[in-house]
């Protein structure tokens, strides 16, 4: 189904548009391992940017992102 309003159907972690459901499930049926990598830093980033985690919380999360990020 088209989004006739020219308005994203949403925007993942805050930065992908996403225009219609088509999109989300090709992005969907075509995630590897290096995909799934950086769509899951850009959900932990985004949830920290949103406050969700303490400040330990986000050490570890910070220092496990560092580490993926490396082997990208």
Request: with cysteine; hydrophobic share 40%; aromatic share 6%.
């Amino acid at each position: 189904m088209e989004n006739e309003t020219n308005q994203p159907l949403a925007v993942l972690f805050g930065r992908l548009e996403i225009t219609d459901e088509q999109q989300l499930e090709t992005i969907l049926q075509s995630m590897n391992k290096d995909v799934a990598s950086v769509f899951l830093i850009h959900a932990v980033k985004h949830a920290y940017e949103r406050g969700v985690y303490n400040i330990g919380e986000t050490e570890v999360i910070s220092k496990c992102i560092r580490i993926l990020s490396k082997d990208s």
